[in-house]
């Protein structure tokens, strides 16, 4: 059964601090991505890597960072942690010609 | 750039009505499209899709079928179940390899016995 892995489903953070968000697929995908979910807006890509090593912008990526340093792992990073970041996170990943994007469970991360 | 409008929601129908959820796209090439759906309290998860006009993708009774000329990608089922109620995104891939998967804004759907 294909997997993608977040490591919390609730994450609850103080402002300024450094929030680390973890994905992990067992899928050997090339491509790994992170989204944004909130009321209204639906999905907005905060950024996405094609390999290890590569990433790419999305629509929002400002106050955030990725790191991809193995194939099956993508992480999203808040540097500083700020309130309106508060939202529903969702990690994905596909195969080089993108068939089909398979999903995380999601992490609701608030920062108070 | 690539694009993908939907119908705005919610949409509240009875059990056993018909549903259709409007989807239309832009996007240079030749995209790949897809509905995914997300139930309360899950991820994203593919209901269907279609990777050249003219192509119907099929499951659980969703059908969607991918129209060229129309630049339309629209969500039908003839008759819906309360474990139908979800959240509908229509979303669209373009046609290399480093292309990113774009989502409409989803269409909450709600039924009702």
Known sequence: DVKVTQSSRYLVKRTGEKVFLECVQDMDHENMFWYRQDPGLGLRLIYFSYDVKMKEKGDIPEGYSVSREKKERFSLILESASTNQTSMYLCASSDRWGTEAFFGQGTRLTVV | GNSVTQMEG???????????????????????????????????????????????????????????????????????????????FCALRGGTSYDKVIFGPGTSLSVIP
């Open chain 2, 10 to 88: 919610p949409v509240t129908l009875s059990e056993e009505a018909f549903l259709t959820i409007n989807c239309t796209y832009t996007a240079t090439g030749y995209p790949s499209l897809f509905w995914y759906v997300q139930y309360p309290g899950e991820g994203l998860q593919l209901l269907l899709k279609a990777t050249k006009a003219d192509d119907k993708g099929s499951n659980k009774g969703f059908e969607a079928t991918y129209r060229k000329e129309t630049t339309s990608f629209h969500l039908e089922k003839g008759s819906v179940q309360v474990s139908d109620s979800a959240v509908y």
